[in-house]
């Protein structure tokens, strides 16, 4: 090939990339702004069909549900749709052993059937808008306020502003900042309190390929549940009642169950957690070679643990199944990201474009700029050493050996008695705690946390700055011959917190009795320790110098807008409802590999282990694939599991619709590819794809293997083809 055509190719090759790599979470009321390039990437219907205050559309079936992931409506009678992971507490709650709904799943034979979820919540968003002008105007001169001031202020104002929109309204309002505090946002909504669940497969199908299979491409999970919304005989939010009838929704989205062809254009429309986009290298460089490794190496110890323990017994795995899944989740991520943030070179590239931003203020003569990178250079050297301290606290109090944070709870019947027993408290805080008791010890393992507690022990003892370690551990260096496991087996082979029956018969001593046995308990004190070097030595000034950091890097941000205005600047997820836009594609993970964009039931069972906890398959499932009962779900013979797109996700788009063109949904979001985890940093549009369960998948398993037609019923399903429809903008049908 001549150069000069090798040129024109790339050159090709990157203006297609530009034109479908689609990084950014958008906040709905600025789709208007990139409508045109929304309508470029494939889009039939207008950015007011998604997001309006005026009419129905696409915005009111979304649900921020349960306040960490995200579902959408179904159907006219208030069915919604979301994972499996996020359904997971609910169905685990609904389980006994005479009714295992995590082990064979759940299906409502009629709405009278349906169970409900105490404290389970379904927000809609009814409007957003952009009040930054009045915050910011009277906040006034913020230059000489400290960080907690501005944000005492900030929630002042936004209090006041909240309380005028939802005046004689039954909605609830908040004011959220955007881009470290450069813009606000009023957020209305409307939250529903009874919510029930309709239905669940099992887990070897919701959760099928469990901790293997998590954050993995090819993937096979039909990580899928439904719940219903219900309201008061007005329509209205009203607390769990049996007056309450099926909420009737402003829209319901359509399924199309045409299929899903690579190219097609997607869209993603939930609420994304947090992501860092902007930060500077320096902080970069804590997360790559500090934060994450560290963290990483903790998890890796424990899981070592009790990864062996699980292997080893089955009362063992069960009892810390859902611990394990907890700590290795995040583990798992975190090796991703480290690999990709490597791979992209993300630090070089966020130093030269540090080094790019001083020259431009150095340029337009802005000494306000100019001193910013400095100055986050300055504190991230004084934020290191805390951070760490209170990264690793996190993880030996929180996610390390159980017993330091059960500990914790004795803490005011050991410290308070005098005060307890004085207003006659005493007996009955002691008794909840008995209560307590039985639950912990159900899926605890003394061995294992003790084993769990060794192997933490020397890597937070390497990590954390001597000064920051509670004083407690110098134990182990003056009567322990610096022996730290020696040091552990005592604390343990003394300590009343790690016995049932030990513990339970101290709740029955005499108050006074019982605070002194516990204030003297090994175990207890060493966590009693660790709680109060971090709360009085390690937060206040964690929290003094992040303060500062947010301080500098809203100069920055507001700087990087002001001095390349060509650029687009989405603002980090912050839990509020966005929209990401990008096609259904496969990728190029990694050099010499490229992964297709679709799974199917055939993969299921390439992956079968008949009687494995992760890769067994329910025998109905099997049965259907034999005889390829697909009912109009399959295609060609073969049905569908699961696709990625390009979409930006991030964690709380759990749950989240993958929508087409038309706004009709056709894949249910639940994870993203190992490659793709540094999104949160940096998206790269060849590696990153997020995972959907594939909506024919989902109405398969719900129609032919559950036998709950009654559901499908419900819902709007298009058999029409995107292509089909005419040229030109389509008018979005309101189903309701
Ligand atoms: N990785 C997904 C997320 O971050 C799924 C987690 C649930 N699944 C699991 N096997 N732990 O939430
Ligand atoms: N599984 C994640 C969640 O629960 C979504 C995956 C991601 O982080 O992209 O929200």
Known sequence: MPASIRLLATVLVLLARTAFAHEGMWIPTLLKSIEGDLHTAGLRITADDIYSINHGSIKDAIVHFGGGCTAEVISTQGLILTNHHCGFSAIQEQSSLEHDYLKNGFWARDKAAELRNPGLTATFIIRMEDVSERVLNELGATKDMSEAQRREAVTRIGEAIAQEAIANTHYQAVVRPFNYGNSYYLILTETFRDVRLVGAPPSSIGKFGGDTDNWMWPRHTGDFSMFRIYAGPDNKPADASDSNVPFVPRHALPINIAGVQEGDFAMIFGFPGSTQRYLSSYAVDYIQHTADPLRIKMRAASLEVIDAAMRNSDRTR???????????????????????????????????????????????????????????????????????????????????????????????????????????????????????????????????????????????????????????????????????????????????????????????????????????????????????????????????????????????????????????????????????????????????????????????????????????????????????????????????????????????????????????????????????????????????????????????????????????????????????????????????
Not at 365 to 382: E, F, I, S
Not at 441 to 446: L, Y
Not at 708 to 723: C, K, T
Request: charged share 30%.
């Open 318 to 736: 069960i009892q810390y199944a859902d611990k394990q899944a907890s700590i290795s989740n995040a583990y798992k991520k975190w090796i991703g990201e480290v690999r990709g943030l490597k791979e992209l070179r993300t630090l070089e590239q966020k130093r030269e474009q540090e080094a790019l931003f001083t020259d431009r203020a150095l340029e337009r003569g802005r000494t306000d700029l100019q001193a910013v990178l400095p100055a986050l250079k300055d504190l991230y050297a004084q934020y290191v050493p805390l951070a760490i301290a209170r990264d690793l606290f996190v993880e030996m109090v929180y996610y390390g050996p159980e017993v330091l944070r059960f500990a914790d709870g004795f803490r005011e019947l050991a410290e308070e008695q005098v005060k307890l027993e004085a207003d006659g408290k005493f007996e009955a805080k002691a008794a909840e705690r008995l209560r307590a008791v039985p639950g912990f010890f159900k899926d605890f393992d003394a061995g294992v946390d003790q084993r769990v507690f060794k192997a933490l022990l020397p890597i937070y003892r390497a990590s954390v700055p001597e000064n920051v370690q509670p004083a407690l551990l110098k134990e182990i260096d003056t009567r322990f011959n610096g022996k730290s496991d020696a040091w552990v087996d005592d604390l343990y082979a003394r300590s009343i917190l790690v016995s049932e029956s030990r513990l339970t018969a101290a709740l029955k001593l005499k108050p006074k009795k019982f605070a002194k046995v516990m204030r003297n308990d090994p175990v207890y004190k060493v966590s009693r320790n660790f709680f109060r070097t971090f709360l009085e030595q390690i937060r206040p000034q964690h929290a003094v110098i992040g303060d500062r950091i947010e301080t500098a890097m809203r100069t920055y941000v507001k700087g990087m807008m002001e001095m390349d205005p060509g650029r687009t600047f989405w603002p980090d997820a912050n839990s509020t409802l966005r929209l990401s836009y990008g096609k259904v594609e496969g990728s190029q993970p990694r050099d010499g590999v490229v992964f297709g964009a679709f799974s199917t039931l055939d993969g299921i069972m390439e992956k079968y282990v008949p009687g494995d906890v992760e890769f067994d398959v329910p025998e109905r499932l099997r049965a259907l694939h034999t005889t390829k009962d697909y009912g109009e779900y399959g295609v060609n013979g073969t049905m569908p599991v699961c696709f990625t797109s390009s979409l930006h996700t991030t964690g709380g788009n759990s749950g989240s619709p993958v929508l087409n063109a038309r706004g009709e949904l056709i894949g249910l979001n639940f994870d993203r590819t190992w490659e793709s985890t540094m999104s949160d940093i940096q998206f790269d549009p060849d590696k990153c794809r997020n995972i959907s369960v594939d909506l024919r998948y989902v109405l398969f398993i719900v129609d032919k293997f559950a036998g709950a037609r009654h559901l499908v019923d419900e819902m709007r399903i298009v058999r029409e083809p995107v292509e089909a429809s005419l040229p030109g903008v389509i008018q979005l049908p309101i189903h309701r």
